[in-house]
């Protein structure tokens, strides 16, 4: 089990540098869990990266976030989740299996805490959660489950809504060199989409791909009075090191927590029309 805080100037600091909005409180103190414990395969490179962000946005001297990092799930309690307003996870994988294991009153603290009206990121493999038992609670909450990465590769992004905060500097479209994943079930009916995948930048011929070929990559979504955020970016350090998705994956926590403004209707479908 660890645990760290790091102070981070994510409300004044990231929303000064990337000129997108304020938070919704001059000074007043936000707190996210960033949870990164795994069971199985562990993106280890992703992991250490996507904090590596926090951390770098906590280098800034007016920070007025802290962050702490946690890689133990039975801390999940409503007393601890209290004491935060997010829950950024990379985590994932079937943590019944990790000592001491996932219960049933953590699972209930996690939901109840995001329906209760806090935010929820989620990140690439955080798709793939008690894929053995099964959780869904935290798939409802996600909107997605994941079930294979058919690429990985250089690929063409579809940015589908360029006003929300964390898309809103990634122009129309966009390429990107990752492991690109396929969820089931997955439906743009029950979420905002943000970005998905152009296949034709892929092989669609594949076997074994939703019938649909749709694609999301991520996407936001009230659940209960909170605000859920998921990103399938950032496989490896590569996308992590690159500003533009430093600021998808920010934006996107300060989006969830409240602090930046953006609409996010369910069920639409930004992608070009044929």
């Given amino acids: 089990m660890e645990c760290g805080r790091l102070g981070i100037g994510v409300a004044a600091a990231i ?26 395969f562990r993106h280890g490179e992703g992991i250490a990266a996507a904090l590596k962000v926090l951390q770098d946005a906590a280098a800034k001297d007016d920070a007025t976030i802290e962050v702490e ?33 996932l219960a049933d009153e953590n699972k209930k603290a996690l939901i109840e805490f995001v329906k209760g009206g806090k935010g929820f990121v989620a990140i690439h493999s955080a798709s793939y959660m008690c894929p053995q038992t099964k959780w869904p609670e935290y798939d409802e909450m996600v909107n997605g489950v994941f079930v294979s990465h058919p690429w990985s590769q250089k690929v063409r992004m579809i940015v589908e809504d360029a006003k929300h905060p964390s898309t809103a500097h990634l122009g129309e479209a966009f390429e990107v ?74 934006n996107g926590l300060l989006w969830a927590m409240g602090d930046l403004p953006g609409e996010a209707p369910l069920g639409t479908d930004g992608r070009p029309k044929k």
């Fill in 15 to 40: 929303a000064a540098t990337l000129c997108l909005g304020s938070p919704a409180e001059a000074g007043a103190k936000r707190r996210v869990v960033y949870y990164s414990q795994t069971e199985g």
């Fill in 69 to 101: 990092e946690c890689t133990d799930c039975s801390k999940w309690t409503p007393e601890y989740l209290g004491k935060f307003d997010a829950m950024a996870s990379y985590g994932g994988g079937e943590l019944t299996k990790v000592k001491p294991p």
């Fill in 177 to 250: 060199v990752d492991e690109i994943y396929m969820f089931i079930p997955w439906s743009r009916e029950k979420t905002h989409v943000l970005i998905s995948l152009d296949n034709g930048s892929v092989d669609v011929a594949k076997k074994g791909l939703r019938e649909d070929k749709d694609f999301g990559i991520a996407w936001c979504h009230p659940f209960g009075k909170g605000k859920v955020f998921y990103t399938a970016l950032g496989h490896g350090r590569n996308v992590w090191a690159e500003e533009r998705f430093q600021k998808h994956l920010l």
